[in-house]
């Protein structure tokens, strides 16, 4: 049986594979606009995002914020200058999947087609819609 | 002046000197960020400037009102402990720079800190990214409102936290600060000292999904002693010849004394949907019972998002009425009444409403261009209708 193709605009979230929180989209937004910066368990988070100027990235943030990429930006050099965060970190597919691996606190999206491997998939967002199970074809 | 400018110049090599040495000695990262706006603009006709406090007072183009340089350096010295210092040059003080963030910030846990030192003093609710072009839409924040206060920065300590409530998110801040320096700047001989005591300032956001409700409030004991002798001093032959008792004049000058409370208070939302935007933000502020009347400020501002054009209409307003004089509720002779009420109108005159439609054009990662143009109308006859634009470019790095 073939599987259907993925929807252009499927993101997986992952996370390290130590970390048991589960998730909320409302949850999953307040972390991204750093209204809360920590797990449901309370545990710090810190975000990874995929290329600034990449079409998931920018997917990403209409999807998930409602907002462009240049608007997600501009929301977060609030945070920057008054010196609440530092500043964005951007990292291709593979450096992201690695920095999951490694670090305990991190959380990330990738494209739905992503090969994962030691990380633990939160769910998956398709046309704005946050599913808290793996990502189905 | 000259001993502030040769002050912060050797405080931008030393600050200049720590971005290059800091990053390279480090073991934590340290980042240096920046951001500006370079903006043109002018008033038409010039003639009829309303004289609006760095608005564009000079005759002809000008450069200088909303152009500035901001540049931060923020450092982890561990996981919990950080530092940020920025730096503000604006043109309209020659790019002499200042200081305008100076803390050190304790992380108690991921959603609470402390910050000690030098803090933006949240007067209203952009009130610490106001500089910032590019975090917002306008061309400048709302004038009505963010007029840049003298005391927008203070010394001291703050609280922040923030909290999920189910679906809400809350985001609280609270501070106690110091200020000490001169306010009126820019009506020339290098302003008049003041004193704030005990600024408590307390700020409040609660958002669920796309809405935004925030308000916030500050309240300072004020020393301007200066204020009283520049401004109330000259009254002095007035209430002499008025004939009344010294007792009613002394009674009338305790009635304008400025050393008194300082409040200011404001409220607002921000409602974002699919690609509209709506902000609304009113403020309450001034000494009470005091010759500074009770100022109200506010702006409705609608935005439209056509991916990376933003068309942004809004409305602000401005209002001091100088008939309000409760706080010559004490006086009653008529003649030194008058005399108060005269006063007031002088001091309490800026009222004006101005409409503004601007554009915002990402037109890279960090740099939005923008551009706007205003009319208005002020209260004072001298000044009746006024129009203008500006044009400019705002970028983080």
């Not at chain 1, 999947?97 to 030691?118: C, E, F, K």
């Not at chain 2, 960020?33 to 038409?44: A, D, I, M, P, Q």
């Amino acid at each position: 049986m073939l599987a259907k193709p993925l929807h252009a605009a499927d993101f997986v979230v992952v996370v390290h594979k130590d970390n048991r929180s589960e998730i909320t989209q409302q949850l999953l937004m307040q972390l991204y606009l750093k209204k809360t910066a920590a797990f449901a368990d309370g545990k710090a988070a810190t975000l990874l995002h995929l290329p600034r100027s990449s079409a998931e990235h920018q997917q990403f943030c209409l999807e998930l914020l409602n907002l462009t990429a240049h608007q997600y930006q501009s929301y977060w050099s609030r945070l920057v200058f008054t010196g609440n965060a530092s500043n964005l970190q951007f990292a291709n597919a593979d450096s992201i999947l690695q920095q999951v691996q490694q670090n305990p606190a991190a959380i990330a999206y990738l494209p739905a087609d992503t090969a994962l491997s030691g990380v633990r998939q939160l769910g998956f967002l398709r046309d704005g819609q946050w599913r808290d199970a793996p990502v189905t074809y | 002046m000259k001993s502030k400018s040769r002050l912060n110049h050797q405080l931008c090599v030393l600050f200049v000197g720590c971005c290059m040495w800091l990053p390279a000695q480090a073991q934590q990262p340290v980042s240096v960020n920046g951001f500006g706006s370079v903006r043109l603009g002018e008033l038409l006709p010039s003639k009829d400037n309303p004289q609006l406090v760095e608005f564009y007072n000079e005759d002809g183009l000008s450069f200088a009102d909303d152009t500035l340089f901001g540049l931060q350096l923020q450092a982890e010295l561990d996981t919990d402990l950080s530092y940020t210092l920025q730096l503000l040059s604006k043109a309209v003080e020659d790019y002499d720079p200042d200081v305008s963030l100076a803390f050190v910030r304790y992380q108690l846990d991921p959603n609470h800190q402390i910050k000690f030192g030098r803090l933006a003093v949240p007067l209203f609710a952009q009130s610490d990214i106001q500089y910032v072009g590019y975090s917002h839409d306008y061309s400048r924040l709302p004038k009505a409102m963010y007029y840049r206060f003298d005391f927008e920065v203070a010394d001291g300590l703050a609280f922040e936290g923030q909290q999920i409530i189910q679906d809400f998110s809350l985001k609280y801040v609270m501070q106690l600060t110091e200020f000490s320096g001169n306010v009126f700047k820019n009506q020339g001989s290098g302003g008049i000292p003041i004193k704030l005591h005990q600024m408590k300032n307390l700020r409040l956001e609660l958002a669920y999904q796309q809405l935004q409700l925030f308000a916030g409030g500050v309240r300072a004991d004020t020393e301007g002693d200066q204020l009283n002798v520049q401004l109330l001093e000259p009254l002095r032959p007035a209430l002499q010849a008025s004939g009344a008792s010294p007792e009613a004049q002394q009674q009338f000058m305790a009635a304008l004394n400025f050393n008194k409370d300082a409040e200011y208070a404001f409220w607002g939302l921000r409602w974002q949907y699919q690609a509209w935007k709506l902000e609304a933000e009113r403020s309450r502020y001034g000494i009470t019972e005091s010759a500074d009347v009770l100022n109200t400020a506010e702006y409705l501002a609608l935005s439209y998002r056509f991916d990376r054009f933003i068309v942004t209409l809004h409305q602000e307003k401005l209002a001091e009425n100088p008939e309000n004089v409760q706080w010559l509720q004490q006086v009653t002779a008529p003649k030194l009444r008058q005399i108060g009420l005269n006063f007031s109108k002088n001091v309490n005159n800026n009222t004006y409403r101005m409409q503004v439609l601007s554009w915002r054009y990402d037109l890279q990662p960090g740099v939005a261009l923008k551009a706007d143009i205003f009319s208005g109308k002020h209260q004072l006859d001298r000044v009746g209708r006024f129009n203008g634009f500006s044009l400019g470019v705002d970028f983080v790095f």
